[in-house]
């Protein structure tokens, strides 16, 4: 199982906790989980792979995602972005 643990605030920390996530979860292999990685057509997502990943995005967060947002999300590189750009305030850079 994979600890969680909020208040990630680099990219490349925020990438290496998807990466270790999805190859855990899907035993990929470290250099299939690319920021250009569709998560559906690249690496084989199913709806409860994405409930999990989003779970995960929520707990970074600290907040809901929107649904809409949510479904927009396709790649690794759109999470990455998406926590980028919403990082708690206040929290260590």
Not at 7 to 16: F, Q
Not at 28 to 37: W, Y
Not at 72 to 87: E, F, K, P
């Given at each position: 199982m994979i600890t969680v643990t909020t208040?990630?605030?680099?990219?490349?920390?925020?990438?290496?906790r998807v990466t270790a996530m999805l190859e855990e979860k899907l035993g990929?292999?470290?250099?299939?989980?690319?920021?250009?990685?569709r998560f559906k057509e690249d690496l084989g997502l199913d709806?409860?792979?994405?409930?999990?990943?989003?779970?995960?995005?929520?707990t970074e967060l600290g907040t809901a995602v929107d649904d809409e947002v949510a479904?927009?999300?396709?790649?690794?590189?759109?999470?990455?972005?998406?926590?980028?750009?919403?990082?708690p305030t206040g929290?260590?850079?």
């Open positions: 208040g990630i605030t680099s990219t490349g920390a925020i990438l290496e990929l292999l470290p250099e299939e989980v690319t920021p250009q990685a709806s409860l792979d994405m409930v999990e990943l989003l779970t995960i995005v929520e479904l927009s999300l396709a790649t690794i590189g759109d999470v990455l972005d998406y926590l980028a750009a919403h990082r929290a260590g850079a």
